[in-house]
């Protein structure tokens, strides 16, 4: 069974303050997503990210996924209130199935 | 920007009763994909469809769902008789490249009484 651990369950910050969130898994993904979701909402997607060591930039968000493609790490830099909002990362494994397997999530605050 | 729609947005039903929940994928997706997230809990994959059939499903999805692609536009996801357990926020998501990247629409509240 595959599973993806996400650490910290939840985080409350100052804003203006720099955060990583992680996503760790025993299993090897094709490829890793994180999505953002509100309450009462689906997952919006933020990023893909397919190689081992690929960074990937969105705005004051980086992304990583890890050389070995088991585990992501999701970094803010000077979190703003607006930032807040549960964060889930999700693997996919290609030609195996089509599900991907999505983490509980971090939720993240930032406080003014 | 192209998006996954899903109605309604809210159901309450009795236990017992049959509910059909709908979703239009994008356009020019072939990927069909139903999660359910139960309250509190992470996001689950029910079922995967591609080329008019069932690819994958979990084990959630027992006898009493199915999924039916009755148009060119549509994507729905029947329960035949609800249970309690069955209360959940449910989504739908497509794909153009076997699920790699999958959009989500903005689910339907199920409460089953």
């Known amino acids: 069974t595959q599973l993806l651990e996400q650490s910290p369950q939840f985080l409350s910050i100052q804003e203006g303050e720099n955060l990583t969130v992680y996503c760790n898994s025993s299993?090897?993904?094709?490829?890793l997503q994180w999505y953002r979701q509100e309450p009462g909402e689906g997952p919006v997607l933020l990023v893909t990210?397919?190689?081992?060591?690929e960074v990937k930039k969105l705005k004051r968000l980086t992304f990583q996924f890890g050389d070995a493609r088991k585990d992501s790490s999701l970094h803010i830099t000077a979190a703003q209130p607006g930032d807040t909002g549960l964060y889930l990362c999700?693997?996919?494994?290609?030609?195996?199935?089509?599900?991907?397997?999505f983490g509980k999530g971090t939720r993240l605050h930032i406080l003014p | 920007e192209p998006e996954v729609t899903q109605t309604p947005s809210h159901q309450v039903t009795q236990m017992g009763q049959e509910v059909i929940l709908r979703c239009v994928p994008i356009s020019n997706h072939l990927y069909f994909y139903w999660y359910r997230q139960i309250l509190g809990q992470k996001v689950e994959f029910l079922v995967s469809?591609?080329?008019?059939?069932?690819?994958?499903k979990s084990e959630i999805f027992d006898d009493q769902f199915s999924v039916e692609r009755p148009d060119g536009s549509n994507f729905t996801l029947k329960i035949r008789s609800t249970k309690l357990e069955d209360s959940a926020m449910y989504f739908c998501?497509?794909?153009?490249?076997?699920?790699?990247?999958?959009?989500f629409g903005p689910g339907t509240r199920l409460l089953v009484l």
């Open positions: 990210v397919v190689t081992g060591g």
């Open positions: 999700a693997g996919f494994v290609m030609n195996r199935d089509d599900k991907i397997i």
């Open positions: 299993s090897v993904f094709s490829s």
């Open positions: 998501a497509s794909s153009d490249d076997r699920g790699e990247t999958q959009y």
């Open positions: 469809f591609y080329n008019n059939e069932i690819s994958e």
